[in-house]
């Protein structure tokens, strides 16, 4: 099971991008997916999660500015960043677990995609 992220970039404080990730392989069923992001010298943080049945949940620091969704028939999660910060600059990774066809369970990682927002 692979999971390629795309839609990072550079971007002005204030301004949107929206990330994409395409989860693809031996799929039976997808449950959680998720964005997590990591900053220079800073821990890895959980951004964003979804549920297979559409609950979602968000750090404070990102609630109200993002938003998480999943398109099940294309096995892919989409994060739609608004209003953004210097301070959500990072390396954003996404997060698929779930069972494979062979009924095997699996949990795995994007390679990461780079965000900067400048001041």
């Known amino acids: 099971v692979q999971l390629v992220e795309s839609g990072g970039g550079l971007v002005q404080t204030g301004g949107s991008l929206r990330l994409s990730c395409a989860v693809s392989g031996s799929i039976f069923s997808i449950n959680d997916m998720a964005w997590y992001r990591q900053a220079p010298g800073k821990q890895r943080e959980l951004v964003a999660r979804?549920?297979?049945?559409?609950?979602?949940n968000y750090p404070d620091s990102v609630k109200g500015r993002f938003t998480i969704s999943r398109d099940n028939a294309k096995n892919t999660v989409y994060l739609q960043m608004n209003m953004l910060k210097p301070e959500d600059t990072a390396v954003y990774y996404c997060t698929a677990v779930g069972m494979q066809t062979t009924f095997s369970a699996f949990n795995n990682w994007g390679q990461g995609t780079q965000v900067t927002v400048s001041s």
């Open positions: 979804i549920r297979s049945g559409g609950m979602t």
